[in-house]
C-alpha cells in the first residue's frame, strides 16, 4: 500500500534536496512540538467535553441575546 523500501530513501533524498541537511534538525523538532501541542489540545477537548455531556447541557442552553440589546451602543445623557 504505502511506500516500501527504496521508496522511503527516494522520498529522503527529495527531502534534503529541497531543505538542505542543516535545516533538517529544526524542521523535526519544530514537527514535534507542533504534534504535542495538537495531542495536547485534542485530550483537552475530551476533558471539556466530558462534563459538559454528563450534565446535559446543550449549547443551546447558555443563554441567547435579546433581540432589543444585539449591537445598539448605549445611549448618554448629555
Known amino acids: 500500500m504505502g511506500p516500501h523500501g527504496w521508496q522511503w530513501l ?3 533524498a527529495v527531502i534534503l534536496l529541497l531543505f538542505g541537511a542543516a535545516k533538517l534538525p529544526a524542521l523535526a523538532k519544530s514537527v514535534g ?3 504535542r501541542v495538537f495531542r495536547g489540545e485534542m485530550k483537552a ?3 471539556d ?3 459538559a455531556a454528563s450534565t446535559g447541557t ?4 447558555r443563554g441567547a441575546a435579546s433581540s432589543t440589546d444585539a449591537g445598539d ?3 448618554s445623557s448629555s
Open 10 to 12: 527516494l522520498i529522503l
Open 33 to 35: 512540538q507542533s504534534a
Open 45 to 47: 477537548m475530551k476533558n
Open 58 to 61: 446543550s449549547s443551546d442552553d
Open 73 to 75: 451602543p448605549p445611549r
Open 49 to 51: 467535553d466530558a462534563p
